[in-house]
């Protein structure tokens, strides 16, 4: 097993290096790499990144921002690990929780490592909207796939890349993480989940979700849930690759985005 961790970054000049200064920190039971994808940040990220030096770490970057969710796909292309874990740069999560989601992997009782933020337990939420947001649309994943999972918006997914390679994923922006998880779901892909902690940030401090993600959501959960069932895995087959300067949303894989720059 190998670990290939991804961090979207947009103008998180002032988190990124502390953020990947802690990844790199951690003693991990396998083999890791980090790869940031600056999603076109325009804030003095690019200088903040270009100041690390370990052979670790790859960065790539999209010339234009083309959103969250196509950031992550991107890394997923980029990723030569066994295993990827989305990692965001605002420093809500903690990346040494990371290793003890690998230790089931590892032991092999399971393929999908989710890290779990239970409510009020090693937790801080800076609004119960949020918190009862994640609730809810949790509870809509849960009844319309019959699964039980207790954090469907988790940033902490670990996933084989193979398989995650064979999602039809298209969202392009925050989106694609329920897209990731109700596509798993859909095949039948219960995650193992394992506690960890989680510290939110206020909208002064950085936060970009909106209730408008929420209703994207829900609308998101139907459409894969009732897709028709074609192709190979979850139903809908893979769509031609975004590259970059096509309009986000236009649908696709991002793995030929702008190879070699960044």
Not at 145 to 165: A, N, Q, W
């Amino acid at each position: 097993m190998s670990l290939s961790v991804v961090m979207p970054v947009y103008n998180e000049a002032r988190t990124v290096a502390r953020a990947v200064r802690e990844v790199l920190a951690v003693e991990y039971p396998a083999p890791m790499e980090l790869i940031v994808v600056d999603d076109g940040s325009d804030d003095g990220t690019s200088l903040e990144l270009a100041l690390i030096s370990d052979r670790r770490v790859r960065v790539h970057r999209h010339p234009t921002n083309l959103g969250k969710g196509a950031a992550v796909r991107t890394g997923f292309t980029l990723a030569t690990g066994t295993h990827v874990l989305p990692f965001d740069a605002d420093l809500e999560y903690s990346p040494e929780d990371v290793p003890r989601m690998l230790a089931p992997i590892q032991a092999g009782r399971c393929d999908v490592v989710y890290g779990t933020r239970l409510f009020g337990v090693n937790t801080v939420y800076q609004s119960y909207r949020y918190a009862m947001g994640n609730r809810i649309t949790t509870l809509a994943a849960n009844v319309l796939f019959d699964s039980y999972i207790r954090d469907l918006h988790t940033c902490l997914k670990l996933l084989p890349r193979d398989l995650v390679l064979e999602l039809p994923l298209r969202e392009t922006g925050f989106g694609l993480d329920t897209e990731i998880t109700a596509s798993l779901l859909r095949l039948g892909v219960r995650p193992f989940e394992v506690p960890v902690s989680y510290h939110s940030r206020t909208h002064a401090e950085g936060k970009k979700l909106s209730w408008r993600d929420g209703v994207e959501c829900l609308q998101i959960l139907g459409r894969v849930r009732f897709a028709r069932r074609r192709g190979r895995r979850a139903g809908v087959p893979a769509a031609r690759p975004v590259r970059v300067g096509e309009a986000p949303g236009a649908g696709a894989r991002v793995g030929d985005a702008a190879p070699g720059r960044g």
